[in-house]
């Protein structure tokens, strides 16, 4: 329903809005406790008659339903030490109300920048937020495109900031907050913050040691630490991810500007391909970068988890966390799975008594607010649930806290169990009623709940050829591609160098909830080498396909991942101090694969899959210890055979949670 500041909106608004822009071109320095002064850039009214509600409902354009009920403002606003950053704000026209700020802190733009330009998209998380009537503000972070100042990646966090010059992402949040409650007329002294993926980052911090008026936040696929977000995964180096992203959001920024950098270009559609023919990492500054992009020098300098990592470290310092706080994630999220699980766990331990909720849906990265949540690649999931969250979680969630409007039932958890396609309420994550239990490896690629009898050495072996990698998609992509966490896994399955281990034939669901960790026991003949473990639902050979899955790609046997992850095996005893293996010598590996809830239905198969390359969405281990992978040579990369081992002293297992409570 929209609001009733579309329907009060009058010619008028558009002089007295103008009357305000006066006034506040004209502020003088305020104290502290007032607000630093402001310092306007533009300000845009746009002429055209407010719309009957009946006509408001027809725009379906975002960006003319933007233009006709709301004023754009650019403004620069100073932080502690001086620095300004650049702020578009977006008020509502109708001023008979006061609304309460919604802030997106990015350094991915808050374009389009200038008086007469308007987002194309809707200005909140959705539509709704629109409608519903919000003082929209983006702000640019300092040192990316028109603010001011230097961009730090993943800035480090303060704990304490004796100097107006301590300055880290949660200083900038509060001068920001202070600056608009005292300058942006017509709010009612309540903030909220929100943003998805690094965005999210800036949420998450914002929060900590939170200016009073900031009551409601909602960090989104935030990341928290890049040594096992994003751009690593337990130390080992998420190529083309890091790699294109850099190409271009890396480059030096000597000046404000408005413009994004070019797009790296392969060449070829063949990621697969591209990636190997590079060649050892260091041929990355060699061929393309030569070393101007900052953070890859960075990322080379340390390979290991040492202070400059810890640093980026946001869990250690989610003390004092005010307000309330909804963190969102995707289960089959590409890029940041971890963020949002660690946020929020860290939230809930270190803030007792604050409103604290997690949210995680069948989703992508983002996709809550893009896509409609129905499906992701072959694999569907049944209704819209990202419609389902942005009217039902997301937006009863801002409106309660910052206009006191609605009741808020929401849930500590809400998780959408895939499988069975089912939204979940739980009191707790990882819920309370699960029973733990492990899968154990057997001869012949058998999984089972029962563990192994034979107390001998025995096991299941590989040879590893960085030349010849396992692909991490049959998909042609040059990167990471947004499906790869449902795909089908049969390709990988029918290679030699992939150990496949499955249960029998369910004859009853089994749910598995909260954390799995793999508990390995391997070996390999060189003295390095990635595990990668992969947790797949194996469909039966008679599962029908869906109206929309493509010729020559089918449903029955679909080998569904539903959870992978990866560690570099050096760092199997310490992320700070890497060792060697020693050849063929069984060593215990264990691997946290983070959350799930997921139900293997009755006549469904439980598979995991172990394998030590993914290409390329993992770089190629050379399997011989270097002392930094990302200055290897050539005839650093070796051949090894690879073995997991299954008896009894040396039992490869994961351990699960089983949810023992049933959906309502």
Same mark, same amino acid.
């Given at each position: ?241 890091? #790699? ?294 194996? #469909? ?89 992978? #990302? ?34």
């Amino acid at each position: 329903m929209l609001s009733t500041f579309k329907q009060r909106c009058l010619p008028h608004v558009l002089v007295g809005m103008a009357l305000v822009i006066a006034q506040m071109s004209g502020c003088k320095g305020l104290t502290r406790a007032s607000g630093p002064a402001q310092v306007p850039v533009h300000a845009a009214a746009s002429s055209a008659a407010t719309p009957t509600r009946a006509a408001a409902r027809s725009e379906n354009d975002p960006r003319r339903f933007t233009q006709n009920h709301y004023t754009k403002h650019e403004f620069q606003v100073p932080m502690r030490d001086g620095v300004k950053l650049f702020t578009s704000v977006y008020a509502p026209k109708d001023t008979t109300e006061h609304y309460p700020i919604l802030l997106l802190r990015t350094p991915y733009s808050v374009g389009p920048y200038g008086q007469d330009k308007y987002r194309r998209r809707s200005l909140g998380p959705s539509r709704h937020f629109d409608e519903e009537g919000y003082i929209f503000v983006y702000q640019d972070v300092r040192g990316r495109f028109m603010s001011e100042g230097e961009f730090v990646n993943m800035r480090p966090h303060l704990d304490d900031k004796p100097s107006p010059y301590d300055i880290d992402e949660a200083s900038d949040t509060y001068d920001t907050i202070e600056w608009l409650i005292h300058n942006i007329p017509n709010n009612n002294g309540k903030v909220g913050m929100w943003g998805i993926s690094y965005p999210g980052f800036y949420a998450a911090a914002g929060m900590i040691d939170a200016h009073p008026a900031l009551i409601a936040v909602s960090p989104q696929a935030p990341i928290a630490d890049w040594f096992f977000d994003d751009f690593h995964h337990h130390g080992a180096f998420f190529l083309p991810h890091a #790699f294109n992203f850099l190409a271009s959001f890396g480059r030096a920024r000597p000046e404000p500007t408005t413009e994004w950098g070019k797009r790296f270009d392969h060449g070829t559609p063949d990621g697969y391909q591209f990636f190997f023919d590079l060649g050892p990492l260091k041929n990355a500054n060699d061929r393309y970068f030569k070393g101007e992009i900052a953070f890859w020098n960075k990322i080379v300098e340390h390979p290991n988890y040492d202070e400059f990592w810890q640093a980026r470290n946001l869990l250690p310092h989610l003390y004092n966390v005010p307000p309330a706080v909804m963190t969102v994630g995707g289960w089959f999220d590409a890029e940041d799975l971890y963020g949002p699980l660690k946020i929020y766990r860290a939230v809930e331990r270190n803030n007792p008594g604050v409103f604290n909720i997690l949210v995680m849906g069948p989703w992508p990265h983002g996709g809550w607010n893009r896509i409609d949540g129905d499906k992701l690649g072959s694999v569907h999931f049944g209704d819209k649930h990202s419609v389902f969250f942005r009217e039902q979680i997301q937006l009863p969630f801002f409106n309660y806290y910052l206009k006191g409007k609605g009741a808020l039932n929401l849930p500590e958890a809400y998780a959408f169990e895939t499988g069975t396609n089912q939204w979940r309420t739980f009191d707790q994550w990882p819920p309370r009623e699960i029973e733990q239990r492990q899968l154990y490896f057997h001869e012949a690629g058998r999984l089972s709940f029962e563990p192994p009898a034979t107390q001998d050495d025995a096991y299941d072996e590989y040879v590893s050829d960085p030349a010849k990698p396992v692909p991490f998609t049959e998909d042609i992509a040059t990167g990471m591609t947004r499906n790869y966490m449902t795909d089908d896994q049969r390709f990988a399955a029918r290679r030699n160098d992939v150990l496949a281990y499955q249960t029998d034939v369910l004859d009853e669901d089994i749910t598995l909830a909260g954390p799995i960790l793999a508990d390995l026991w391997v070996s390999t003949s060189g003295t390095a080498g990635d595990w990668i473990v992969k947790l797949i639902d194996v #469909f039966p050979d008679d599962a029908p396909d869906y109206d929309d899955t493509p010729p020559g790609r089918h449903m029955g046997g679909y080998q569904m991942m539903v959870r992978s992850e990866v560690i570099r095996g050096r760092f199997r005893n310490s992320y700070e101090h890497p060792e060697p293996f020693v050849p063929n010598e069984p060593t215990n590996v264990t691997l946290e694969l983070l959350d799930v809830l997921h139900t293997f239905k009755r006549g469904h198969r439980i598979m995991v899959q172990i394998q030590s390359t993914w290409f390329p969405l993992v770089d190629r281990n050379p399997q011989k210890y270097v002392p930094n992978i #990302f200055l290897a040579d050539d005839d650093d990369f070796i051949k090894t055979t690879n073995r997991v081992y299954r008896a009894q002293d040396h039992a490869t297992r994961l351990r699960v949670g089983v949810l023992t409570a049933p959906a309502p």
